[in-house]
């Protein structure tokens, strides 16, 4: 079964927040303790993702422009929608923590970073879980902090990761076939750098420090796989090391 790592990689997600939201009723300011201390590890793991680009003007110009094609698109703005939508059909307290707010954390958190991708390829070429799995017990711990502190939005998160997984499973043949190995660990690494730079904007948010509309900075992803592509067909830059 190659979707068997995707799909436990999403149920730890889902126990995980469920777990959580056990934890909701912890003193406020216990929780605003816990909450800057989340986001203090959230913003050290998204400056040690960064440092994973070897190309760090791809990272610079692909936050520009995404920013500007999230802008135009209000994509927070979407999401936010959305998360209204869903909080006036699951009765969601407001003060319960937004349910955008813990899906665009928990799905960037959780779907950027090179685990997700070489995991799914090995699920699909090899029936290899072991990668997905891990993911999924790092996730599921994860996810017990952040719904007790942001709300069961973070249960959402486990669509996204579902689909985006699955999809890479179901395409991994494909994928190891026609994208050469030297392009895909090309993009892998500028792809977890430029997450890296949303994942510390999302840590400064939760700090209180920022108010970065991070959904914004998500079509920086696409524009991360126009470039590498770019730059690989033409052979502009020397291709990074294992």
Known sequence: M???GTIVNALLIVFGTLLGRFLKNI???MKETVMYGIGLAVTVMGIQMSFQSEQFLIAIISIVIGAIIG???DLEGM???LGIWIESKVKTKKSDGGIAQGFVTA???FVIGSMAIIGAIDSGVRNDHGVLITKGIIDGFTSIILSATLGIG???SAIPVTIYQGLITLFSTQISQF???AALNFFIKEMTGTGGMMIIAIGLNMIGLTKIRVANLIPGI???AVIVTILYNFDMVAMPSE
């Open 71 to 73: 802008e135009m698109i």
């Open 154 to 156: 973070v249960l959402l």
């Open 79 to 81: 999401l936010n929608n």
């Open 2 to 4: 190659i979707f068997l």
């Open 222 to 224: 696409v524009v991360v």
């Open 27 to 29: 003193p406020e300011r």
């Open 179 to 181: 994208i050469p190995e």
């Open 107 to 109: 799905t960037l958190i």
